[in-house]
Nanobody
Framework: QLQLVESGGGLAQPGGSLRLSCAASGFALDYFTIGWFRQAPGKDHEAVSC?????????WYADSVKGRFTISRDIAKNTVYLQMNNLTPEDTAVYYC???????????????????????WGQGTLVNVSS
């Protein structure tokens, strides 16, 4: 069974940093495209960043996070990270990671499809940016 567990959320001040982790069990993350998505209260679910499987390096970032967020993969730890710097209150949301064996990063983050059909989703971790 494919399982993803997010961690690292919490309270941060504007301008601060957090690093989210997405740990996998039951499968090797390096064979999957991994995406980070978020949903703020009253707003639509949106893609934040996606990273291709390890043998086809490619990344996608939402315009709102370019230059501030970095997605990376640690194959040995079977974990994907989202380093978030220079946080703003607009980054406040529940952050979810997802995995898919078929989609590439561009398609996973920017494509039009039913996201419920992705291979695995985590339970989410809350990020609250407030002074």
């Amino acid at each position: 069974q494919l399982q993803l567990v997010e961690s690292g959320g919490g309270l941060a001040q504007p301008g601060g940093s957090l690093r989210l982790s997405c740990a996998a069990s039951g499968f090797a993350l390096d064979y999957f495209t991994i995406g980070w998505f978020r949903q703020a209260p009253g707003k639509d679910h949106e893609a934040v960043s996606c990273i291709n499987r390890s043998d086809e390096p490619s990344y996608w970032y939402a315009d709102s996070v370019k230059g501030r967020f970095t997605i990376s993969r640690d194959i040995a730890k079977n974990t994907v990270y989202l380093q978030m710097n220079n946080l703003t209150p607009e980054d406040t949301a529940v952050y979810y990671c997802a995995a898919d064996a078929t989609l590439i990063a561009q398609a996973m983050c920017a494509g039009t499809y039913n996201r419920n059909g992705l291979d695995a989703w985590g339970q989410g971790t809350l990020v609250n940016v407030s002074s």
